[in-house]
């Protein structure tokens, strides 16, 4: 079974990036606990700071589902909700076959 990658692009208001970028160095700690796991990674763009990207992979639908449902990850969006530019952008991927 191929495990389900996903790419979440999180933008912080300018005023709120420390803030920001804490909540989420929690989550990430949180999510790599979490049985479903295989990877998780925080990124911050270089070319717009403030923009998060979070690079995950979890073994299946449900494992990703159980994670949005995670007592963590409804914490962390409660501390950053009105410190996002916007809503985050979740992006669940599937291979390409070239």
Known sequence: MTNLNVVAVIQAKP????????????LVR???AEPGCVSYDLNESLAAPGTFVAI???RSQEDL?????????RAALSAVGDRLAAAPAVHPLTP???
């Open 15 to 26: 005023d709120t990036i420390e803030e920001v970028r804490a909540v989420l160095a929690d």
């Open 96 to 98: 390409v076959d070239i």
């Open 30 to 32: 949180a999510s790599r």
């Open 56 to 58: 995950e992979s979890w």
């Open 65 to 73: 589902a159980e994670h949005a449902k995670s007592q963590h990850m």
